[in-house]
């Protein structure tokens, strides 16, 4: 059994060592235990000291792309190179390192294929009261729209089976832990959390630079998601509201017009004509893309069957190496 830990990085010779120094060497039921480092993009000195503390592997970009295409290309290479269980952590040393344990013992155990690791959020002191708040209702959005209970769904701390990580294809730009989540919920993989800690900040987080800018993105990504997996009910609901008003509009008009009273409402008919044809359109919307949304998932098991054989091409080809 391999474990790979991957390690997103950005700028990060400073921080790096301190991380990677908190990573467990072994774990009981991990046979080997590798270390990745994603350099997407740093123009500092991080890849030096990655190689110079002793990480196997680094993926590397030559321009910044940003937390989820850093995330994608980590566990491409991380399936590439034969890993059996894949943990992402972050270079900031924000997750405590022993707790990796915690995430892969379901998956070892046959639990799940996806662990969480659930950060003490009201405990954490460097968290204003405002993100702490934010943090929980980000998190209950993307338990309605995942259909899971995951309670930290912010959280990069997480561990991913070889064949979750197979079916996981993250497509927005911004960040990929809403999104796995979502995708995880529909697909119905054997998702879970466990308690986590964390260690004291040693630098402010990069993923947004103001509050708004961090909720606007973060719904953008949970609503897109959803689109992508749910987009009948998406539009139906959306439909539904116009579609109610236009059809209250029109029965009034029919009312009045029993009564010898229509001349003055045309109007209200012109309005319920407008909002029952936007309801249905919204429907038909609704309908196309659920026949997307079907095609879509013939094209990742697709995706996943070509991953699989290429992962595991990776890894024949390495183990006849050594």
């Avoid at 987009?231 to 008009?253: E, Q």
């Amino acid at each position: 059994m391999k474990l790979i830990i991957q390690i997103p990085c950005y700028n990060e010779e400073k921080t790096l060592e301190v991380a990677l120094n908190d990573l467990p060497r072994q774990i009981e039921g991990i046979d080997e235990i590798e270390y990745l480092i994603i350099n997407d993009g740093s123009k500092d000195k991080t890849v030096d000291v990655a190689l110079k503390w002793g990480v196997h592997y680094v993926v590397s970009f030559t321009r910044n792309k940003g937390l989820a295409k850093g995330f994608m290309a980590g566990l491409d290479a991380c399936l590439r190179y034969g890993a059996d269980i894949i943990v992402n952590t972050d270079a900031d040393d924000q997750y405590c390192g022993a707790d990796i344990e915690k995430l892969v013992r379901p998956i070892l155990d046959g639990q799940a294929d996806i662990v969480i690791g659930e950060r003490p959020i009201d405990q954490t002191e460097h968290f204003s009261p405002l993100k702490k708040k934010l943090q929980h209702l980000g998190s209950w959005v993307v338990r309605k729209a995942s259909n899971t209970d995951i309670p930290d769904a912010p959280s990069g701390f997480r561990a991913f089976s070889r064949d979750a990580a197979l079916h996981i294809n993250v497509v927005n730009e911004y960040t990929y832990t809403l999104e796995t989540i979502v995708q995880a919920g529909r697909n119905k993989m054997a998702i879970m959390s466990v308690p986590i800690r964390t260690n004291a900040e040693l630098r402010p987080s990069r993923l947004f630079s103001s509050m708004f800018g961090y909720i606007k993105k973060s719904m953008l990504t949970i609503i897109r998601a959803y689109l992508m997996y749910k987009p009948l009910r998406f539009f139906t609901f959306v439909g539904l509201l116009p579609f109610m008003i236009g059809l209250a509009l029109g029965i009034r008009y029919i009312v009045f017009m029993c009564m010898g009273m229509s001349g003055g409402h045309i109007q209200s008919l012109i309005l319920a004509s407008t909002l029952l044809l936007l309801g249905v359109m919204c429907w038909m919307i609704g309908i196309q893309a659920d026949m997307i949304a079907a095609n879509r998932k013939i094209l990742e098991e697709i995706q996943y069957r070509v991953r699989r054989r290429d992962g595991n091409d990776g890894a024949d080809e390495k183990a006849e190496k050594s």
